[in-house]
Structure formats: C-alpha cells, structure tokens
C-alpha cells in the first residue's frame, strides 16, 4: 500500500510540474526602487532589455531563465541589483535597484561622470540630469583608481553627502573645485567670493563656521565685499576683502576673523600668516 500511495505521489507531482511548464507568462511587472526619482533606469529600459533575448509575454514559463534575466539587467550600469520570478498569476516580477548618484564629477581630461556611495563610476545619461553636487578637477577619469585618487574620492563622496544631507548647503553651493593638494574650495551661489574648504574631515564644524559669517557679513555690509573666505582654522573664519592681495603690505592689509563661539569679529593686520597654510 505504501509503495502504491509514493508511486502515485510521484505521478501527481510529475503531472502537477509539467501542467506548470505548460503555463504562460501573462504579464511583466516591474518595480524600480533606490534612486528617489529613478530617472536613469525606467520601465521602458527594462522591458527592453529583457525581450531582447526573446519575447517573454505569451510564452511558456518553462523556456523563460530567470537568472540569465537578472544577469542580463545587472550589465546596466544603473542596475544594483535585479530580483525576477513568477507570482502565483504567472505574472513575471521585476525588482529593480537603481543606482543612486551623490556627486558628479568633471576630469582634468575633461570628461565626466555620476558616482554613487561606493564609488562606482555611473555614466552620463541622455535622458536626465541628476541635482547633485558638482565637483571639478578630479585627477583623472580611469576606472581603476590609485591609492591617492581612491582616497581623493573618498573625500569627495564625504562631503557630497554631507551638502545634500543639508537642504541650504545644497541650494547655496554652485560647485566644488580639487585642488593638487587634494583639497577643496567651493563656489557659492549667493556671494561672489572664493571659500577654502581644506580637506573633508571635521565638516561640521566648518560648515558652523562658514555660516556664523554668513551671518555676521548679512548683519554688517554684505558677502560681496570679500573675495575670499577660510573655514580651516579651528573656531575662526578668515575672509579677505576685495582688491587685498594675499601677498600686499600686511601694514596695509585687511582681513577679519570671525570667532564662531561669539559670532564676534575683529579686524587684524596680517593676511600673508593667516593664507600661509595655502
């Protein structure tokens, strides 16, 4: 009896798989998640990329590989992660995980490229144009980076996140310039002046500063008088007026120093000691 009863379990589920591979593929249905707007990869990407190996709507589920599906998806270079199978409608599902850019970079080779937290380069696409912060200068467009370079975009990656965590950062920064020491400067929106950054380390606290002169200047006559700003130094902002050469007579020279802890300024004379770091 027991024989007879795994005999005829074995035929059922036999007849049971080859019924299920005689079923049709109904319908696609695609899901992109990741990026918050998923302009670079769209459904129409992805519909067509999965009937380029065959048309999937109609024909049997048993001739659809679903992993040579993913891998074909994951050759995108938007693609993180592709996820497909069939629900219990036989209905293809599509998971998709896009790629989500921080920063967009322009070489000194003059070419240009999206990278995402990982540090994937991400190609410029023809469709959209991600508002993410704009770095300038990158030491070069190779895909395999040197150690320097690697540790340059590691900086990079830093503080682009840090602008686009802050709504106001993000609105008031035209672009971010390298510089050979692998340091940064930043272009305003508002403001005409040139703002020294230094490296990517203790962003916070530079940010606090480079706004507690904001405030000071607005309060006073103005951003537009200096020409350039440094956030480096620990608790202190140092901006240059307009036509003061770093390099001019100190005895004619001035610069303010803003104390972030009293927002209070005073006016000093010494440019050339204060930029020597530069």
């Not at 920064?173 to 340091?183: C, G, M």
Request: proline share 3%.
């Amino acid at each position: 009896m027991w024989i007879a009863v795994g005999i005829l379990t074995v035929v059922l589920l036999g007849a049971a798989m080859q019924k299920k591979n005689e079923y049709k593929c109904k319908d696609i249905k695609i899901e992109i998640v990741g990026s918050v707007q998923h302009m670079f990869v769209d459904e129409k990407d992805i519909l067509q990329t999965v009937n380029s190996i065959g048309l999937v709507t109609g024909n049997s589920i048993s001739n659809i590989n679903l992993r040579n599906i993913e891998l074909l998806l994951e050759k995108n270079a938007w693609i993180k992660n592709a996820e497909v199978y069939f629900n219990n409608n036989n209905e293809l599902i599509i998971n998709i995980e896009e790629k989500e850019p921080v920063a967009r970079i322009f070489t000194l080779q003059e070419s240009s490229f999206y990278v995402d937290t990982l540090a994937n380069q991400l190609p410029i696409s023809d469709k959209y144009s991600a508002r993410v912060p704009v770095f300038t200068a990158f030491p070069t467009d190779h895909q395999q980076l040197s150690m320097a370079d690697s540790l340059l975009m590691v900086d990079v990656i830093k503080l682009a996140k840090f602008i686009q965590a802050d709504s106001f950062w993000n609105a008031q920064i035209a672009q971010v310039n390298i510089l050979p020491n692998a340091t940064f400067e930043i272009i305003p929106v508002l403001g005409n002046q040139i703002i020294s950054l230094g490296n990517a380390d203790e962003l916070d606290k530079k940010f606090k500063r480079l706004l507690a002169f904001y405030k000071y200047a607005w309060l006073q006559n103005g951003i537009n008088k200096y020409e350039r700003l440094n956030v480096e130094f620990n608790n202190q902002v140092v901006a240059i007026k307009k036509g003061v050469s770093v390099f001019s007579d100190t005895t004619k020279a001035k610069q303010i120093i803003i104390t972030v802890d009293s927002v209070k300024a005073e006016t000093i004379n010494s440019p050339k000691a204060v930029f020597k770091k530069n």
